[in-house]
């Protein structure tokens, strides 16, 4: 009684096409621009404090209070949880092209607005930049489950997962453009309105024309947003949401088509197709069908997701740590604004440079051939690895003279992390679970890593701090020191490690087969957790 879905076979044996690479590009640069803003972010945070919090009497220059830095920080991950939940939802309600538009104007107005941060006083400007980042957040969040959905609706099974995992690596040149703008911006003022240096002058070495330098950096990030507005409206909606969600198997054949040399199916077919689509029956999200078929892949999709984050995003916190202890950035008094920023840039470009691309291309290269499986144990096995590698002997690490290794070791984490779950985690969500919850699954699993993102910024933030009260950083209470932070991070990538087992392997197996669309829910009862044994087609 089952039937093949022609379209969505034909798409699956379909050769890697040219519009395979024009969808690509489009998906990825909406993650270009996500990481451009989450991460210009922290490239202006010092600049912010220098402008908005001088203070004349104090030795060193004006920097955020804790709870400026981390809402200013933080604000927009949390406006990305919200968005991800909410677009992931309507992706699967109203169609992934429809939403997907609007994830996209979302991004460039508010990013446009936080640039245009105004207000009498350093509050007034801090409030508005969080309100603005915030719903630049949320239309942010609307991108993770809708670019990975549609990649891995559109392409083929045998290089499925290096094509969503491009979609993803587009993030680590959406970082190096970050830089390379601030670098650009900074230079260019700082040859214009040339300023002392702090200790020489305090009020002289901020000249009131950076406070358009940071706006310039964060408006930027509209330009690729709005480039890629008209390709996202040109692009139709995927075969399988118009197939198996809307159930019109002609208008998904006519649209693909229309993009791809895919094969024709004839209309006695199609209607067919169409009647035994509308007899299936569908279980929801909340249903015990969906517990006992997805339950435990959404489970560790989740787990896995959130744990990584928490290691992800708390190694960023190091940053300015390292980047000082290598003497990259010399101390703040020493340098006026511009120069700061400069170097922060700088620095940062570096690590985008040599940490983070190399990772992700590695993923794209390998994911299909080694698979998803063994690149996320990989690598959660090596960043557990290396962070006990830094925590262990962190002593020895710290005192002059060892610094490059420090670096190495952490440039490694990194490594592993862009080059393991940081990537798989985003590729597997899109592929294992039925088209018409596909983009909500993707959505929780994604808001279960940003809310490890949060955690991970904030609590260690705290958690980092010294557990001696006279070496804490300004209005940080003590906390249990970074040697006991790695240690809890390396059990962090251990439960990653242990959940990574409960998500089936995807390579080269065809959406219908993963999420057992192509079954009948009669004919094969309680084949829910053994996906590897379930039929492909049972008329055969």
């Not at 990584?308 to 990259?328: E, G, T």
Request: net charge neutral; glycine share 10%; with cysteine.
């Amino acid at each position: 009684m089952a039937h093949d879905h022609k379209v969505l076979d034909a798409l699956d044996a379909a050769k890697t096409q040219w519009y395979h690479f024009t969808a690509v590009v489009v998906a990825g640069m909406g993650f270009f621009t996500d990481a451009y803003d989450l991460f210009s972010i922290s490239l202006v945070t010092k600049l912010l404090g220098r402008i908005y919090y001088f203070n004349p009497s104090s030795k060193t220059p004006g920097s955020l209070p804790p709870n400026v830095s981390a809402a200013v920080n933080g604000v927009a991950f949390c406006g990305t949880l919200a968005g991800q939940l909410f677009f992931g939802w309507l992706g699967d309600k109203m169609g992934r092209k429809k939403v997907y538009g609007m994830t996209l104007m979302l991004m460039v107005i508010c990013c446009l607005a936080s640039g245009l941060s105004f207000g009498s006083t350093p509050k007034g400007v801090m409030a508005t930049l969080c309100f603005f980042r915030f719903w630049l957040g949320f239309g942010i969040g609307g991108d993770y489950p809708l670019s990975a959905t549609i990649m891995s609706e559109y392409a083929n099974k045998r290089t499925r997962g290096a094509f969503i995992a491009a979609v993803f690596a587009m993030q680590g040149f959406g970082n190096l453009t970050g830089g390379i703008v601030a670098i650009i911006i900074s230079s260019a003022f700082k040859a214009r309105f040339d300023a002392p240096a702090y200790k020489d002058d305090p009020a002289g070495s901020t000249v009131p024309q950076v406070d358009y330098a940071w706006r310039i950096v964060l408006m930027f990030g509209a330009i690729p947003a709005l480039l890629t507005y008209y390709w996202r409206m040109k692009m139709p909606e995927t075969a399988c949401y118009t197939a198996l969600v809307a159930k019109n198997a002609k208008k998904a054949t006519s649209d693909m088509a229309r993009v791809l040399n895919a094969v024709e199916v004839s209309d006695e077919e199609k209607k067919a197709e169409e009647d035994e689509l509308e007899r299936r029956e569908e279980y929801g999200l909340f249903s015990r069908q969906f517990a006992k078929r997805h339950g435990l892949h959404l489970l560790g999709t989740t787990v896995c997701w959130f744990m990584l984050d928490i290691a992800f995003y708390s190694q960023n916190l190091f940053q300015k740590d390292i980047y000082a202890a290598v003497n990259w950035l010399p101390k703040a008094e020493t340098m006026n604004a511009l120069e700061e920023m400069f170097r922060i840039s700088r620095a940062q470009t570096l690590v985008a440079l040599c940490g983070t691309i190399p990772g992700y291309w590695f993923t794209v290269f390998f994911i299909d051939i080694v698979g998803r499986f063994a690149i996320q144990l990989g690598g959660f096995f090596f960043m557990t690895v290396f962070m006990l590698g830094l925590a262990i002997p962190y002593h020895h690490w710290t005192t002059p003279g060892n610094h490059a290794g420090f670096v190495v070791m952490y440039a490694f984490t990194f490594f592993f992390a862009n080059f393991g779950p940081n990537s798989t985690t985003f590729v597997v969500p899109a592929e294992i679970f039925p088209a018409r919850l596909r983009s909500t699954c993707h959505g929780i699993s994604s808001a279960a890593g940003k809310s490890g993102a949060i955690v991970g910024s904030f609590g260690f933030l705290y958690a980092a701090q010294s557990n001696d009260p006279a070496k804490t950083d300004a209005g940080y209470p003590p906390g249990i020191g970074v040697r006991n932070s790695l240690f809890m991070l390396a059990g962090c990538n251990v439960i990653g490690f242990l959940f990574t087992f409960l998500v089936p392997e995807s390579k080269g197996k065809s959406l219908e087969e993963l999420s057992g669309e192509n079954v009948d829910e009669e004919a094969a009862p309680g084949q829910g957790n053994q996906q590897q044994t379930v039929p492909t087609n049972l008329s055969e």
